[in-house]
């Protein structure tokens, strides 16, 4: 337009223009184009500057986008689009993951969730379905059905409790009779879609040109005893339906919907279509739409008691089972403690080896039959299985039994075992004594004998302290002084109180020897009382003489007060005018 | 997934059954043959490294007792037009057939291939049939469905065909 005002200026102006022509000519002209002069020269601007021409465009390119979409253009658009998002996507997850995953995160949880649930719940139905099924009486004859015709029990269940159900979904490209997709219920046994597809279109083509139908027109329905086709045909596709059973008009109405839509999404790929099936990946999910299926009502509340009853008595079975293995092991358990409570044994492990229970640990060879408890438990001996290890047990009753074994004692001695240590009672003969200490150590277990009286230094000194005390020392009536047999048997009795000193001492007693003088009833109280006392007095300082030691010396006169024998003969009497020895001992402290 | 439709055509009895049956493992039994005319079988082949299924509609031949339905030759992305070297007028039916295809669908790929190349010396090839041959500059291949030759290789020349 510029350039077109530029020529027609100067054809309008007269050939002989004088320069001042000239001038104003300029003036002119740039009164007349200044405007379009700058407008052009903006634009000019607008174009060579990418910063503008980037505004310009950030302005429009949504409403560009948008319009784009309107057109119908959308598959050139998303074509156009796809590897930059593609790209960006992948650039935002190389940079940071998070970012995709949490604005992805609001839709995929639900989106898992539903997933799971559907599977979950079309996984329960069928279970339910065939547990109620498999329980029942109709069950068994299903089951029957089942082995009679080669069918699997799932399909003989399948056929009687549905009312019907879409097994396979098929699209077939019309025109070359190519499938583009498939969609098949779970668990149905199928053959390769592509060659059904070509099949069932040949079949179509087959029944068209044999009867002549008008184009357009075709198979709707094919029927072979319980199963079903239902086909729908749409201007470039067809849906075949394989039903199994009765299914209502509105499945027809699904089909035709699904059939729609893709044509309606396809319509470009279907019409171009040369058996690259790619552009109809996602069909196969408009497909499923038709898997449609529903089961008899009645056999469902029917199975349902079945099922309940039946998972009743295999509660009941199921928990008598495990509370009578409880009780019986709670009474294995109580044996157990038993045994534990006997001496001789210890149980290291118990449990349960092949059906039989086993009782592992350490028995000593005079420990009690573990046998015996176990029939006294009123539990089966033959279930019980002992692992038992020798070794000698510290118990005392073990003890005891082991001591009494080994040592063997004479009738009427026995012997127990307190703390380890043995002790002795009733009337050892010396001979079994004699070397008894030495035997115990053979007694595994027992620390050490606690002889007591029995002990070999403990009966000699009580064999001399008899002795001693059996010694009588007469004197003549009313005299203190000792004959020669009586200063000789004083002579004979100092070797005693020497052993009987050494006995002590080795015993760990102080000695004290009481000299007691006797008087007999004769005579004034008052005479007696020295009269015993210097008897006793006389037989003190004579054992002095003979060299017993002072310290253990007592002597005393007791007159009448303890007679050595009842005065009833003049014999009698004789012994009542001595001098008698009471040996009395008193532990020392030990060294 | 590419899939391509393909035809056997040929005469009665010039073994296109047979090169189906040793090309393919079938699903369905071959009396579709008389009873639809048609049956539907698939091998899958490599070409250029990606997997074609080629779904093979092997046409009922025809013979006195039925005709060939051109309906089934809708879509076709190529065909296998198959005579029997022992019998000269399938040759010439073949011919026939080409250009009745021509013009049912227009030109599509196709491979020639004569049959019973196992029993060449009953062929009934004479020189003006073989000029014929020449100056019609079709892709010839000479098979036995017996021993196997060639057969694959016709499928795959096809298939090359298919692909330019």
């Known amino acids: ?54 505004e310009d465009v950030s302005s429009v390119v949504a409403e560009a986008i948008q319009l784009r979409r309107e057109q119908g253009g959308s598959d050139a658009l998303s074509e156009a689009l796809a590897p930059t998002i593609e790209t960006a996507v992948r650039e935002s997850v190389r940079k940071d993951p998070t970012t995709l995953a949490d604005a992805l995160f609001p839709v995929m949880g639900p989106a898992i969730r539903r997933s799971i649930l559907e599977t979950l719940r079309s996984f329960l139905e069928s279970f339910n379905q065939i547990m109620d099924q498999s329980l029942s009486v109709q069950g068994l004859k299903w089951r029957l059905e089942a082995l009679r015709t080669g069918r699997t029990f799932t399909e003989v269940v399948l056929l009687h409790s549905l009312v019907f159900r879409v097994e396979q979904v098929f699209l077939i490209h019309k025109k070359t009779g190519l499938s583009l997709g498939h969609a098949v219920a779970p668990s149905v046994a199928m053959q390769d879609p592509s060659l059904v597809s070509g099949m069932l279109s040949a079949i179509q083509d087959f029944v068209r040109d044999s009867f002549n139908s008008a184009p357009g027109e075709g198979i709707e329905r094919l029927n072979v005893g319980d199963l079903d086709v239902w086909v729908e045909a749409g201007p470039y596709a067809i849906l075949a339906c394989v039903i199994r059973g009765i299914a209502p008009r509105a499945l027809r109405d699904t089909m035709a919907e699904v059939l729609e839509n893709i044509h309606r999404e396809y319509s470009a790929q279907l019409d171009r279509f040369t058996g690259d099936t790619a552009p109809f990946s996602a069909v196969n999910k408009e497909l499923a739409r038709c898997l449609e299926y529903k089961y008899k009502e009645g056999s469902k509340r029917k199975g349902y008691g079945y099922a309940w009853a039946a998972a009743g008595v295999l ?40 059906g039989r229970f086993s009782i592992r640990g350490l028995r000593d060879p005079l420990a009690p039959d573990p046998r015996q408890f176990v029939e006294k438990a009123g539990l089966d001996p033959a279930k019980a299985e002992f692992h038992w290890g020798a070794y000698y047990a510290l118990d005392d009753a073990i003890l005891q039994q082991r001591a009494t074994q080994l040592l063997a004692p004479p009738h009427g001695v026995t012997l127990t075992v307190e703390n380890g240590i043995l002790r002795l009672a009733g009337q050892p003969s010396a001979s079994w004594l004699k070397d008894l200490r030495a035997r115990s150590l053979l007694v595994p277990g027992l620390s050490s004998v606690d002889f ?51 006995s002590a001492a080795t015993l760990h007693q102080n000695l004290r020897l009481e000299v007691v003088g006797h008087s007999d009833a004769t005579g004034a109280e008052g005479t007696n009382q020295s009269l015993s006392q210097r008897r006793a007095d006389r037989v003190a300082w004579e054992l002095l003489q003979l060299g017993f030691a002072d310290s ?32 009395k001992t008193s532990s020392s402290p030990q060294p | 997934m590419i899939q391509k439709k393909i035809c056997m055509l040929g005469s009665f009895a010039v073994g296109k059954t047979s090169l189906v049956r040793r090309f393919v493992e079938s699903i369905y039994s071959d009396a579709y043959h008389t009873t639809v005319g048609v049956k539907v079988d698939k091998k899958v082949v490599h070409h250029n490294g990606s997997e074609i299924s080629l779904l093979l509609w092997d046409l009922y031949g025809e ?86 030759e060639n057969v694959d290789d016709a499928f795959s020349q096809l298939t090359r065909k298919m692909f330019p």
């Open chain 2, 63 to 148: 013979d006195e007792f039925q005709k060939m339905r051109w309906t089934y030759l809708r879509g076709t992305h190529g065909y296998l037009l198959v005579a029997d070297g022992t019998r000269r007028n399938t040759l010439e039916k073949a011919f026939q057939l080409e250009q009745r295809v021509r013009e049912e669908v227009g030109a599509i790929p196709f491979i020639f291939v004569i049959n019973k190349a196992d029993l060449i010396q009953d062929w009934q090839l004479d020189p003006a049939m073989e000029s014929q041959l020449i100056a019609r500059n079709w892709s010839i291949l000479r098979s036995s469905a017996k021993t196997g």
């Open chain 1, 552 to 583: 253990a010396l007592h002597a005393k006169g007791v007159a009448t007060a303890e007679p050595v024998r009842n005065e009833d003969t003049e014999e009698n009497r004789q012994f009542n005018r001595s001098v008698t020895f009471v040996v």
């Open chain 1, 315 to 354: 509660l009941l079975f199921v928990g008598g089972f495990f509370g009578w293995r409880w009780w019986q092991y709670r009474r294995w358990n109580n044996l157990v403690d038993t045994l534990r409570g006997q001496p001789g044994l210890v149980i290291t492990s118990f449990g349960r080896e092949h």
């Open chain 1, 1 to 54: 337009m510029a350039d077109a005002s530029t020529k027609r200026v100067p054809q309008d102006q007269p050939e002989d223009a004088s320069a001042n022509g000239a001038g104003s000519l300029e003036e002119l002209r740039h009164l007349i184009l200044a405007p379009e002069q700058e407008a052009l020269e903006r634009l000019h601007h607008r174009v060579v500057n990418p910063e503008a021409r980037t």
């Open chain 1, 452 to 502: 007591g009286r029995f002990a070999p230094e403990q009966m000699a000194f009580d064999q001399t302290k008899d002795d001693v005390q059996g010694v009588i020392i007469k004197f003549p009536v009313g005299t203190a002084s000792l004959s020669a047999a009586e200063r000789s048997s004083l002579r004979n009795l100092v070797p005693k109180l020497a052993s009987l000193q050494n």
